[in-house]
């Protein structure tokens, strides 16, 4: 059965701190892996990795995927409280199957 | 383009009244999936839609439950009869392409006493 697991599944962290998200999945035939935020309202898209080892980078977020180990990190530096949320992943297969993850609640505490 | 339009934006029901939900994808688009969203559950996938066409409907949780899209601008949620248990906020989502960024609608949060 197609998964995907993501851990912690909470974080408190304090403003400035460094955190690192984790996604694992196992799906048959993976196409993509996607991150999302999701704060107050509908999720919004923050990266869409397909290829292992490119970093995909934005201001202080930065993702990378490892598709030998079957896993992702969405790592965010120097964090703030506008970076509280839920970050949801999402693996997508070419057997027409997108499956998200439970996602990590995180919040940044002043 | 205004984004992926859902309405109601709230919806509170009693038990065993119809409920139907509505969604305007963004235009272009050809994929269009419906989620549904709990505390104990997370982020759901219900079912979604290739140029109008239902392709996977496994996660649509009973007979209660039915979508439509009978054109590429316009799809339905329907529940009849509605029960508590299905509570939540319900999001329409679309995208370009099956892999590709989903763009949300602001959901309908569905209250059934």
């Known amino acids: 059965e197609d998964k995907v697991v993501q851990s912690p599944l909470s974080l408190v962290v304090h403003e400035g701190d460094t955190v690192t998200l984790n996604c694992s999945y196992e799906?048959?035939?993976?196409?993509?892996l996607l991150w999302y935020k999701q704060e107050k309202k509908a999720p919004t898209f923050l990266f869409m990795l397909?290829?292992?080892?490119i970093e995909k980078k934005s201001g202080r977020l930065s993702s990378i995927l490892d598709k030998k180990e079957l896993f992702s990190i969405l790592n965010i530096t120097a964090t703030q409280t506008g970076d509280s949320a839920i970050y949801l992943c999402a693996v997508g297969t070419s057997y027409d199957k997108v499956i998200f993850g439970p996602g990590t609640s995180l919040s940044v505490i002043p | 383009d205004a984004g992926v339009i859902q309405s109601p934006r709230h919806e509170v029901t009693e038990m065993g009244q119809e409920v139907t939900l509505r969604c305007k994808p963004i235009s272009g688009h050809d994929y269009l999936f419906w989620y549904r969203q709990t505390m104990m559950r997370g982020l759901e996938l219900l079912i979604y839609f290739n140029n109008n066409v239902p392709i996977d409907d496994s996660g649509m949780p009973e007979d209660r439950f039915s979508a439509k899209m009978p054109n590429a601008s316009f799809s339905t949620l329907k529940i009849q009869p509605s029960e508590p248990r299905d509570s939540a906020v319900y999001f329409c989502a679309s995208s370009l392409g099956l892999n590709n960024e989903q763009f949300f609608g602001p959901g309908t949060r569905l209250t059934v006493l």
């Open positions: 397909t290829s292992s080892g």
């Open positions: 799906v048959t035939n993976f196409r993509s």
